[in-house]
């Protein structure tokens, strides 16, 4: 072989080698390749070709419903409804006087936490109107109960606080004699402006309530045949041993949880 022949084998040589060195890199270079999709599956599954169960992702909005709901129940605790209680009575009524002293007082600062109550200080009152269209009352006992009867129902209307109320009428009740010169003793002795009441009592406006009082004795059904009647829920059931032992029918005719002052 002549010099030229040798020479283009070895050019040869070298490009072979350097092609080679290239295809070398060039494969290095790219990392080894992801495995084929029938391989990743087969990987998921397990002996027998049975499928692994993969955990499914809960939504985000179910899992705070869900943690709501949980909340929720742990913050409802049933709260049983109040007894309503209504007393219908005359201001200068004997019978009256020894149920809102002995009985209804005393069991409203027992066991406030389970009564509303509502007083309606009339009884066997009639009301009318004159020629002038002004309201006219007759009471039981004469007019004097009728302007008793005046303060007690400006005092519930004018105070909110049901235990003032009570202490109110309780303390007027006991004497009622002179109802303006108790009345503004009684009011302030509880803390409460006699101007507030008096206001009340002078106007319209405590006929108007006196006269409410009126119809809300007259729609009793059975109608009242003795003072005081009271009212539990509407019932007027158990009246003799509601003036006995008032804060004993209340217990037993409360649904909830009894109080620790229920005997």
Not at 2 to 28: C, N, Q, Y
Not at 61 to 70: F, H, I, Y
Request: one cysteine or more; aromatic letters at 6%; glycine letters at 6%.
């Amino acid at each position: 072989m002549d010099m030229g022949g040798g020479r283009l084998i070895r050019v040869l040589i070298v490009a072979l080698t350097l092609i080679v060195i290239w295809k070398i890199w060039e494969f290095s270079a790219l990392g080894p390749a992801a495995p084929p999709l029938e391989l990743v599956e087969g990987a998921r599954e397990g002996s027998g070709g049975n499928k692994v169960p993969q955990p499914q992702a809960q939504p985000v909005q179910q899992v705070q419903a869900d943690d709501n709901r949980l909340l929720k129940d742990e913050l409802e605790v049933p709260v049983s409804r109040l007894l309503r209680v209504e007393v219908f009575y005359e201001a200068l009524c004997p019978d009256s006087r020894s149920f809102v002293m002995k009985q209804l007082l005393p069991a409203y600062t027992a066991l406030s936490d389970i009564m509303d109550v509502h007083i309606v200080p009339y009884g066997k009152a009639t009301t009318k109107k004159d020629s002038t269209g002004e309201y006219v009352f007759h009471c039981q006992h004469g007019p004097v109960e009728c302007e008793a009867n005046r303060i007690h129902a400006c005092v519930s209307n004018a105070v909110q606080d049901k235990a003032k109320v009570l202490n109110i009428v309780s303390c007027m009740i006991d004497r009622n004699s002179n109802p303006p010169k108790i009345g503004q003793f009684c009011v302030e002795k509880f803390g409460v402006a006699w101007s507030d009441v008096e206001r009340c009592v002078k106007s319209k406006k405590g006929d108007e309530i006196l006269r409410h009082m009126g119809e809300l004795t007259h729609s009793l059904k059975p109608q009242v045949s003795f003072i005081p009647t009271i009212t539990i829920d509407g019932s007027q059931d158990d009246q003799r041993l509601i003036l006995r032992s008032f804060q004993k029918v209340l217990c037993s005719r409360y649904k909830g949880p009894k109080p620790e002052n229920c005997p």
